[in-house]
Structure formats: C-alpha cells, structure tokens
C-alpha cells in the first residue's frame, strides 16, 4: 500500500526567503505526482503536475522535483509571500485507478 | 470555461439518514473520482469513473457508501443511514486523460456534519 509522507508538518519563514517542502512515497510505481495548496476551508488548487517520466516542472516561482528511484519530491518556493500562506499537498498518482494517494500536507506561513 | 462544481456546499443530517452529494465534473472529462477529507484520516479515495467502465469501489469504507455517474457526466455520492464518523468534506475531482493518468481538478467540496 502507498503511503505519503510529508515534512516538515509546519513551516513559517519571512517574506522573500526560498523554501523547499519535503514528500517522500514508499512505491515507486506511481504515474504521476501532484502537488496541491490548500486554504482553509476551501478545495484544493492544482500547482504542479510531474509525470512519472519527468525529473521536474516549473510555473513560476514554483519548481517540483521527482526522483522515482528514491521516492522523494520536493517543492521549491522561491521569493515566498504572505498571499502563499496555505497548506501544501503531495499527493501521488497510481494504483488500479490511478487514485491519488495524499501525504498529510505541510502548513506554510509567510510573515510579512 | 467551468470548473467543477458540487452541491450542497454544506449539508448537516441527523443521525441514521440518508444523504446525496452532487458532483458536476468539467465538461469532456472522462474520469471522475470521490475523495473524503476527514480531521482523523486525512485526505482519502473513494470510488472512480472511467467513461461507461463499471466503477473502481475499492476506497467506499462501507456498504453503506455508494455512487452513480449518469450519462457520463454527473455523479451522485449516497451515504445510507449515516454515521457521525461519516462528518468530513466530500471532495470531487475529474480528468481528462483516460485511466485518469491526466491532472485531477478539485470542487470545492461538501461538508457534511452528521449530529
């Protein structure tokens, strides 16, 4: 059974730093990861999408990283600002209906 | 163009009642699935569509959990005689690659509270 895991659980950095946030997955045979925000109470917003053929994606400030061999992606925020204050989801693609199966999220504050 | 939608926003039941969840996908989008966010188990899979392909059930947590996709497009989410652990928000997601290898968009979700 896959199972995702994501640290650190929270995070707080000021404005303007870069950050990177940690997931790690214990079966390699995925199909894709994505990477989710979420704000409270609301749904979840897609960043990034990797397939499993790739090694990363960027938009914008956001890059994300995948190394299927290892297990591991990581999400890099540059230049972060409050507006990115949300929970970050990793969730990875697979299993016989290629369900996404979620870590537990890292809760990001930017202070201003 | 739309994204995908889901009603009620919020639902409380009592106890022992049935309840349905809609969920309206993106148009053209083949592949639908169910997802529950609870405080104790996190976000989880429930059931997938895949055009007319019987449903993936493997995730429904009980007989009591069902599902319908009509004409390919909408789908209902039932919870028979419900449970107070059933309290979470029910999230919808759709995709348009065929065995859903394709991104998955989220709707906003349905809070049930079950009193």
């Known amino acids: 059974k896959q199972e995702v895991t994501q640290i650190p659980a929270a995070l707080s950095v000021p404005e303007g730093e870069n950050l990177v946030l940690n997931c790690s997955f214990t079966?390699?045979?995925?199909?894709?990861l994505q990477w989710f925000r979420q704000d409270p109470g609301k749904g979840l917003t897609s960043l990034l999408l990797?397939?499993?053929?790739?090694r990363e994606q960027t938009s914008g400030r956001l890059n994300a990283s995948l190394d299927k061999s290892s297990g591991r992606s990581t999400l890099y925020i540059a230049a972060s600002q409050p507006g990115d204050s949300a929970t970050y989801l990793c969730a990875v693609g697979g299993g016989s209906a290629r369900q996404l199966t979620f870590g537990s999220g890292t809760q990001l504050t930017v202070l201003p | 163009g739309a994204g995908v939608s889901q009603s009620p926003s919020n639902k409380v039941t009592e106890k022992g009642k049935d309840v349905e969840l809609r969920c309206d996908p993106i148009?053209?989008?083949?592949?639908l699935y169910w997802y529950r966010q609870s405080l104790g188990q996190g976000l989880e899979f429930l059931i997938y569509?895949?055009?007319?392909?019987?449903?993936?059930k493997s995730g429904l947590p009980s007989d009591r959990f069902s599902a319908e996709r009509t004409g390919g497009s909408v789908s209902t989410l039932t919870i028979q005689r419900t449970q107070q652990e059933d309290s979470a928000v029910y999230l919808c997601?759709?995709?348009?690659?065929?065995?859903?290898?394709?991104?998955?968009?989220f709707g906003p979700g349905t809070r049930l509270t079950v009193t």
């Open positions: 997601a759709s995709s348009s690659r065929t065995g859903g290898a394709g991104e998955q968009y």
């Open positions: 990797i397939q499993s053929s790739q």
């Open positions: 079966d390699s045979a995925i199909y894709n």
């Open positions: 569509f895949q055009g007319n392909s019987a449903p993936d």
């Open positions: 148009s053209g989008h083949t592949a």
